[in-house]
């Protein structure tokens, strides 16, 4: 399909364990985002991407995560050492504009850390 | 700090009848709005954005910026508009938003 594409859709995860998301956003989108969204809560910026340039990765809850866009289309988050806490579905959102507002999301990896 | 609420997290009307979702919002700079919606299985997606001062689907939101609120209204509800909603405030740069926690709307036929 035309979408924003994640990968897997669902994970768990043992405690400690290293995971990585990926994200197949829309051909030629220049800007991906990642979100972390807890159960009964919005989604919670992470990192941004223009291209392969990763600009703002304020989000990012510990230097665990990891996120990385080498060739501006494909992106992958990687959490090391998983804690309970990393429980949460993870978005990936894209957008053709240098505007967050604008993206076309993924339908998200629910990851379970046990 | 900036900050978005939707104080309900359950709404739940009859078919028909008019639908208020509220969201405040707290933020000291020139505010810029949406809202998002989530419908069963599929992905977030942005419904309406308050400069626009578009009505899509028969919901519109008004921000009030004395009040710091931007709830979305329909009249009329429709089975069809069952769905997560969510309130999003743009800060800063042109990529960063703020989230509310979400209301989720059950209409009953």
């Known amino acids: 399909g035309a979408g924003v594409s994640q990968s897997p859709r669902y994970k768990v995860a043992k405690r400690g364990q290293d995971v990585a998301l990926r994200c197949d956003p829309i051909?030629?989108?220049?800007?991906l985002f990642w979100y972390q969204q807890a159960l009964g809560q919005g989604p919670e910026f992470l990192t941004y991407?223009?291209?392969?340039?990763?600009?703002?990765k304020s989000g990012l809850p510990s230097d665990r995560f990891f996120a990385e866009r080498p060739e501006g289309s494909v992106s992958t988050l990687k959490i090391q050492r998983t804690q309970q806490e990393d429980s949460a579905v993870y978005l990936c959102a894209s957008s053709p504009f240098r505007v967050g507002t604008e993206a076309f999301f993924g339908q998200g990896t629910r990851l379970t850390v046990v | 700090a900036q900050r978005v609420t939707q104080p309900e997290k359950l709404l739940s009307v009859f078919k028909g009848a008019p639908v208020e979702l509220k969201c405040n919002y707290s933020?000291?700079?020139?505010?810029?709005l949406f809202w998002y919606v989530q419908y069963s299985r599929q992905r977030l997606q942005l419904l309406l954005r308050h400069i626009s001062r578009e009505s899509i689907k028969g919901f519109t939101a008004d921000l009030n910026k004395g009040e710091t609120s931007f709830h979305l209204k329909k009249p009329f509800a429709q089975e069809e508009d069952s769905a997560m909603y969510y309130c999003a405030l743009k800060y800063g740069s042109n990529y960063q938003l703020i989230w509310g926690a979400g209301t989720k709307l059950i209409i009953k036929p």
């Open positions: 991407f223009q291209n392969e340039a990763q600009l703002d």
């Open positions: 051909s030629g989108h220049v800007s």
């Open positions: 933020y000291s700079g020139s505010p810029e």
